[in-house]
């Protein structure tokens, strides 16, 4: 055979981002020095993007398993039985690399993307969420870069018909070289119509659909999985662009070809495109795989097989088919106008063999090639814990209303209508609740079921104390379904950290997956998919942790679902998971600290994971008994932020709230205290009883009243309208200031 | 009430117009796909929101010169009411169908929210589900929907009572506040000539269950299915 002949130099070998110990385990793999393709197969197969070498040996410690899931990690997305017959299939993954270099693509593809890795297994998508970290507000690039996600992540989801129903974002200067852009999307399927990428039958086509190959894209996994440097800038050729008509072609495509009995396995070409989707599909099946490339439709003449194999165009997928249903499916693409090629054949030789031009390109072991990628145990360092602190060392606010409106209109807290109006929430006609709730709620057509699903993070936690920033992120998403009234089932990790080769970051990694497991463990709470995103840092300054978790709960009766606007004049306000003694809060790592004392420090709040699942337990008994009317659980800003939320979102009650004269009233207005609700209801005493029957803390404080006023002990803290103007005005000033 | 929904491989909500129609009439509508030009006998044509074939021109203008469009044209002269929302409305326009354009939000944005709407005319097979002058809450969600016309449409549709919806505020009034996108005169929906084709930009089909938080688009839907049984 003929292998053209490139001289693989250390500087050659370095540029693909191999270590040269890992050079030496290819060469040992192929026996011979690979070529310039072959590097490049290897290059991107064991790229931390796709091999998730520093993070697997911590990643398998995750639960994994419940009675609910059919398929968990390893898959292009997990799925869980959601009963009926149906099950949804999700995952969240980053985009954060590109999305720095060029936010309106590179978060567009990110959308783009999460989507291919959910309908390619037969689901229909029913919602797409979004987290976003960015820099300060002050700095010169944050607006740019905001203006660029938004208008991608809208872009694609609104064009391909997907709603957009749930999002957050964070602002810190620890994301001024790094931003997050993180992009999960739900489906649905049915149970026994789900597909998988693992290859089977030697002598079946391999199947090349959708949208042509092109230039864009080479080496977009190696990219995200190095650190920035000040020329980042010049890898904007790396980034990918995004068709979302092509995508809507393809996923309709997908899904009627899915209705019919031709596909044996299907996978979508994502990061490191053509290769790991050949590869990874060939590699599952034990079998080999021979792809002729000039049968690859492309877009320009001359490419090689190095960049027909490392592209990373988007909207495209690779099928087995089975014998004889090629007429059947080519009719189907054929009809949405898009190109379907076959592209080569499954073997038995256990080997990938690429052939362009009448040669053999490239001939690399399957086995190897996947089971050989490095996996590290990287040395790690525990954070060190940081101090509790004392209320009593805060100072209080001058006024708590001023302090209230201070905490709901800083950057953190401020309204997102201004992004989130940017986004189609209503299309496919299923949103129950839309932004701006705790999770979002999706109705399932032809039943009464719905889908509560969210997305969580807290970054200062998780920079206090990995463990107890993990295990919160998890807990916040349990709350937020668990309020709503829906159970919850399983969730999707993505974890965003800087260099996992420093100590003190594989310490961040380490301690935050430990947290997960635990609070996934005690919440009988699996984690079904994920996504790692290494290498977050510029210059050497890394992002703050932050392991997003995206949460999947399901409401058996969409009637019974729960808001958080207050309901009715005269209502008891109740908070469960609190003592009616309590005068205090925990304020350390709090929005309050750093927004009105001006701190960050601080240990972050404690969990109490058995407290916590009974505590939701019993909210979605509360919810499900209608003994309820409103319900809100307690995160960012503490209690009276929670109160402000539900009377803001109702548009026309106010509540008064019982504020403990203690010099500690700060602390409990405004702590993070973890595991906490607020409920309104109109019988306090019967569902007080309910709590502490279940174990659960439960007080009354404070009730429902008519008009626009949020007051203390019924002296005012501040107007609902002045609270509803400042909470609303940060965003739309900001991004109007600078254009 | 028989329909016909066109469905472009970029129609978006054609499957939420299908569930609104199925609800109002009883009857399951047709769906049409773009490249043909056979259509069964149906008493309503509907041109569903979404964008069409990507729309990376001009909103509606590769719709209004698809197959499945010839057809609705030749029905539409011979009295088939159609109706056209959101990337509908952008290709009746396009299509000649229905005067002015148009023209992207004067937010420069893509805009989706719960807005109110005035019923301008209930004289109509579209509106007699309403009283005249109601206003009605249901969402819009596009980006190109600042309806635009020269003086002399502005005025012809204002002289013949053509224009069927205007965005206003929650008590009615028109305000600059309550206007969306920028659209000349507040105008959310207009008529042709003989009130047989109406194009509008909000979505009432995605306001017909109470889980949508709203019903107020189903006057629209039951207006129609009562007229055109």
Known sequence: ?739 | MRSAIIVFPGSNRDRDMQLALRQASGQEPHMVWHKDTDMPEVDLIVVPGGFSYGDYLRAGAMGALSPAMRTVKERSGKGVPVLGVCNGFQILTEAGMLPGALMRNAGLKFICKQVHLRVESAQTVFTSGYAQGQVIRVPVAHNDGNYFADPDTLKHLEDRDLIAFRYVDAEGAESEGSNPNGSQMNIAGIYNESRTVLGLMPHPEDAIDPLHGGIEGKGLFHGLAQALN
């Open chain 1, 1 to 739: 055979m003929t292998i053209p002949s490139t001289s693989i130099t250390d500087a050659v070998v370095a540029e693909h981002g191999l270590k040269p110990d890992e050079y030496q385990v290819l060469l040992k793999i192929m026996g011979r020095e690979p070529n310039l393709t072959e590097l490049g197969i290897f290059s991107v197969m064991w790229s931390e993007h796709c091999s998730y070498k520093s993070s697997k040996r911590w990643l398998k410690t995750l639960p994994t398993e419940a009675p609910h899931v059919i398929q968990g990690p390893g898959e292009n997305a997990g799925v869980i039985d959601i009963g009926e017959g149906l099950a949804a299939i999700f995952k969240i993954e980053s985009h954060n690399h590109p999305s720095f270099i060029e936010p309106y693509q590179g978060a567009a593809t990110g959308v783009g993307g999460i989507l291919r890795d959910v309908f390619t297994m037969g689901a229909r998508p029913i919602a797409n969420l979004n987290a976003l970290r960015f820099g300060s507000p002050d700095h010169p690039k944050t607006r740019h870069l905001i203006s660029g996600v938004v208008g991608g992540i809208g872009g694609y989801g609104n064009c391909i018909g997907v709603p957009t129903v749930a999002g957050e974002v964070n602002f810190h200067p620890a994301y001024d070289g790094n931003i997050l852009v993180n992009a999960m999307t739900v489906g649905l399927a049915k149970t026994d119509k789900i597909f998988y990428s693992a290859a089977a039958g030697p002598g079946n086509a391999v199947v090349y659909v959708g949208a042509k190959t092109g230039r864009d894209g080479i080496h977009g996994a190696t990219m995200a999985s190095k650190e920035f440097d000040e020329d980042s800038e010049e890898k904007r050729p790396t980034v990918q662009v995004g068709d979302p008509f092509t995508e809507k072609l393809l996923l309709e495509a997908c899904l009627e070809l899915m209705a019919k009995d031709c596909i044996v396995a299907i996978q979508d070409m994502g990061a490191a495109g053509l290769t790991s989707s050949s590869v990874e599909m060939a590699g599952k099946g034990g079998l080999g795989i021979e792809l002729d490339l000039d049968k690859v439709p492309v877009r320009e003449t001359g490419m090689t097989a190095y960049e027909i194999m490392l592209s990373e165009s988007q909207e495209r997928m690779l099928m087995i088919i089975k014998p004889g249903t090629e007429a059947e499916a080519r009719a189907v693409f054929d009809k949405w106008d898009l190109d379907f090629a076959v592209i080569g054949v499954l073997t038995e030789t256990g080997n990938i063999v690429l052939k362009k031009d009448g040669d053999v390109q490239a001939e690399i072991p399957l086995d190897p090639l996947v089971d050989a990628a490095p996996e590290y145990d990287r040395p790690h360092t525990p954070t060190p814990p940081s101090p509790m602190i004392e209320t009593a060392e805060i100072p209080a606010p001058g006024s708590l209303g001023e302090a209230l409106a201070t905490l709901l209109s800083c950057p953190d807290m401020a309204s997102r209508r201004w992004i989130w109006e940017q986004y189609d929430s209503l299309v496919m006609g299923d949103t129950v609740i839309g932004p701006g709730g705790d999770a979002a709620l999706v109705r399932i057509q032809d039943t009464k079921r719905a889908l509560a699903v969210t997305v969580d993070c807290t970054p200062r936690y998780v920079v206090a104390d990995p463990a107890v920033g993990g295990a919160q992120a998890v807990a916040e998403t349990w709350r937020n379904i668990c309020a709503t009234g829906a159970k919850p089932l399983a969730v999707t990790n993505n974890l965003n950290f800087g260099n996992p080769e420093r100590p003190a970051i594989m310490g961040q990694i380490v301690g935050a997956v430990q947290g997960m497991g635990e609070a996934c463990r005690a919440l009988d709470y699996p984690v079904i998919s994920g996504n790692v995103s290494l290498y977050n840092e510029t210059e050497g300054k890394p992002i703050l942790p932050t392991p997003v978790i995206g949460g999947v709960g399901l409401l058996e009766d969409v009637a019974d679902a729960c808001t958080i606007a207050l309901k009715s004049d005269g209502n008891a306000l109740v908070v469960i998971g609190q003592r009616s003694d309590t005068v205090d809060g925990w304020l350390g790592a709090s929005i309050y600290l750093r927004e009105i004392a001006g701190r960050e420090a601080g240990a972050p709040p404690p969990l109490d994971l058995v407290r916590e699942r009974k505590a939701g337990d019993l909210i979605r008994s509360l919810i499900g008994n209608g003994a309820v009317a409103a319900c809100h659980d307690i995160s960012d800003g503490g209690l009276l932020v929670t109160v402000a939320e539900m009377a803001l979102a109702s548009g026309k009650l106010g509540a008064d709230v019982a504020v403990p004269s203690a010099e500690t009233a700060h602390g409990w207005c405004f702590g993070e205290d973890q595991g906490r609700y607020v409920v309104e209801t109109a019988d306090p005493d019967s569902v007080i009883a309910r709590s502490e029957a279940a174990g659960v803390p439960a007080a009354r404080i404070g009730q429902v009243q008519a008009g626009d006023q949020l007051t203390g002990n019924g002296v005012a803290l501040i107007s609902l309208s002045e609270l509803k103007t400042k909470h609303e005005a940060w965003l739309p000033a900001y991004m109007a200031a600078g254009a």
